[in-house]
C-alpha cells in the first residue's frame, strides 16, 4: 500500500524493490480466456489491468467465463492482445497463468523506471476500487 501524499522514490521502491525488466509479448484471445480460467480457479497471485471479466462457478468447481473483455471490447479468439509483464513474471509464467510464453520481448526499461515516468507524468495517482472480475451467482 502506498500512503497518501507525495509519491517519492523511496515509496516506489519499497513497492517496486526489484529492477525487474518490462518485458512485452501477444497472446491469443483464446490465451486470454486460458489465463483468465486458470486465474480463477487456481487463484495464482497476480494483478491484471485492463480485463474485466464475468464468470460463475461449475458444479466441479471451474469456472465458466460468461463475458469477457480487453479495454471494454469483448475478447475475441483469433485476435491477438499485447502483454506486458516483468522478466521474473516471465520465467514463473507456468505457475502463473499456466502457460510459457512464447517470444517475449525484453525492453531496456525496468518497471520502476515505467512506474516513475508514469507517476510523473499523472501528477495524481488514484485507485479506485473497480471490480472487475466478478463472479456471479
Not at 77 to 91: E, R
Not at 108 to 118: C, G, I, K, S
Request: overall charge positive; aromatic content about 8%.
Amino acid at each position: 500500500d502506498v500512503p497518501a501524499g507525495p509519491l517519492t522514490r523511496r515509496t516506489l521502491y519499497e513497492v517496486l524493490p526489484f529492477r525487474n525488466v518490462l518485458v512485452t509479448f501477444q497472446l491469443s484471445g483464446k490465451q486470454v480466456r486460458d489465463v483468465m480460467t486458470h486465474y480463477l480457479t487456481k487463484k495464482p497471485g497476480i494483478q491484471m489491468s485492463g480485463v474485466t471479466c464475468r464468470w460463475r462457478r461449475t458444479s466441479n468447481g471451474g469456472a465458466e467465463i460468461l463475458e469477457l473483455a480487453v479495454q471494454g471490447r469483448p475478447v475475441e479468439a483469433a485476435s491477438m492482445y499485447t502483454c506486458a509483464a516483468s522478466d521474473y513474471f516471465i520465467g514463473e509464467a507456468a505457475r502463473y497463468i499456466g502457460m510459457t510464453i512464447e517470444r517475449p520481448v525484453f525492453l531496456r526499461q525496468t518497471l520502476f523506471e515505467v512506474a516513475q515516468e508514469a507517476a510523473q507524468k499523472a501528477k495524481m495517482i488514484a485507485s479506485p476500487i473497480e471490480n472487475r472480475i466478478q463472479e456471479v451467482r
